[in-house]
């Protein structure tokens, strides 16, 4: 790679060991990648506060864990402060709730101890999978490093910023130095459209524009897509919900809905000239199959656990879910969890929405997910959730059964104690 002077002279060592450390990485990256040169980022989100698991190493220091956790070296440097605007995605603990995720106490403190070194490090403890929710909302062309696939393809979808799904050490490397490899998409080139979905179906509400999602990404996996033909606009968290999907069930990082998303105009703009490589229809067959796809690990009617906020809520959905709840309680058999950034708890702990939720026996938690944390309560065997991307990866990972579908029926669960939701 063709490195500028300042990429010389941390190659070099002259910024310390840390950074060139860090260089070291984004240059063999780099050229693993096969980029040409590296480009400037000021925006950067990763995961670097430590939290205690089976089969990892007791360090000495949170020095030692930055060093060999996310520089990948034996050695430990002394971990300067960041030189990019940087952030913390989200992580496993829920700084309110730990309790009720049976963390032990000497857990949540290597936890709280691990955000307290990141903070005075430089880093922003935002603590969700959806930083442009709470004010790092990154600019059409801004170039960023960012980790969480949903919010990669949100923030270059919708927004126009350009990253590629980066990694722990790439992103860590990218705050120590401002640089990551100039590739992929963050090339104008690879921003074109490949697939073309033509969108027959009126898709208006949060649930079927999850079910769109996740049937985009099966369709055209990691390429570009390009949406013909949607005849509503989609608020912040349909697209949210979109895109989380398209990415779990395919790898899309980019897609284009011309119109409406921040790059193309046109259909023909979206594509740059090039040829389209496939086309696809979305139509009511298509939507009743993946309905039933995304329902397929469930049986058992008796809900046990209800979790919303997949990618993590806004303070929209919040009051919409208070307003489903409407002085109602939850079962005593089941639970209803609710997941959001903790600033937009603080709005509604301010709101009296924490108080509603509370009162109807439901919990509002934040910096985490049951996917992330691995935590459900206790003898959890079904769950139920409007997001496809949980339901996707939940009874995956925790060997439960899992129902979909939309957040009123999914209200209606945690109220009852029963899944009685479906699809007209
Ligand atoms: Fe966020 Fe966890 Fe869903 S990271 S996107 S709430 S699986």
Redesign the pocket.
Same mark, same amino acid.
């Given at each position: 790679m063709r490195l500028t002077a300042d990429e010389e002279a941390m190659l070099d060592g002259k910024e310390g060991r840390a950074v060139q450390r860090a260089m070291e990485l984004l240059v063999q990256y780099g050229d693993a990648l096969g980029a040409e040169r590296l480009v400037d980022t000021n925006n950067v989100c990763g995961a670097n506060v430590f939290s205690p698991a089976p089969g990892l190493p007791k360090f000495e220091s949170h020095d030692q864990i930055f060093s060999q956790m996310s520089l990948d070296s034996d050695e430990t440097f002394e971990i300067p402060h960041v030189k990019a605007y940087s952030c913390q995605? $989200?992580g496993r603990m829920d700084a309110r709730h730990w309790r009720l995720q049976e963390i032990e106490q000497e857990t949540h403190d290597l936890i709280a101890e691990s955000e307290s070194y990141n903070a005075a490090h430089g880093i922003q403890l935002m603590n969700?999978? %959806?930083p442009y929710q709470v004010g790092n909302v990154p600019v059409k062309g801004e170039h960023c490093a960012w980790m969480?696939?949903? !919010?990669v393809v949100y923030i270059n979808s919708v927004l126009g910023a350009r990253t590629n799904v980066e990694g722990r050490e790439s992103t860590a490397a990218a705050m120590l130095t401002g640089k990551i490899p100039y590739w992929g998409y963050h090339l104008h080139e690879q921003r074109a459209g490949t697939h073309y979905v033509d969108v027959q179906f009126p898709v208006q509400d949060f649930m079927d524009w999850g079910i769109l999602g996740y049937y985009v990404g099966k369709m055209v996996g990691d390429k570009v897509p390009v949406l013909d033909h949607v005849n509503s606009t989609p608020n912040l968290s349909q697209l949210k919900h979109f895109g !989380?999907a398209a990415s779990t069930s395919g790898g899309v990082e980019l897609y284009h809905i011309p119109g409406i998303t921040a790059e193309a105009r046109t259909v023909e703009e979206a594509f740059q000239g090039h040829p389209i490589q496939a086309r696809f229809s979305f139509g009511q067959q298509e939507r009743l199959q993946v309905y039933e796809e995304l329902n397929s690990t469930a049986r058992d009617p008796h809900v046990d656990l209800v979790m919303l906020?997949? *990618?993590?809520a806004n303070i929209q959905q919040i009051w919409e879910i208070c307003n489903l709840l409407d002085g109602k309680t939850v079962h005593s058999n089941t639970e209803l969890w609710i997941?959001t950034p903790h600033p937009i708890r603080e709005l509604a702990d301010r709101n009296g929405y924490t108080k509603i939720m509370e009162n109807a026996g439901a919990v509002l938690m934040s910096d %985490?997910? *049951? !996917? $992330?944390g691995r935590f459900l309560p206790k003898g959890t065997k079904v769950i139920a959730t409007d997001?496809a991307?949980?339901v996707h990866?939940l009874p995956a990972i925790m060997k439960v059964q899992g129902w979909f579908g939309s957040t009123k029926d999914c209200v209606n669960a945690a109220i009852t104690g029963r899944w009685t939701g479906g699809i007209s």
């Open positions: 995605l $989200i969700t999978c %959806t969480e696939s949903s !919010a !989380a906020g997949c *990618p993590h997941f %985490t997910c *049951p !996917a $992330i997001s991307k949980q990866y």
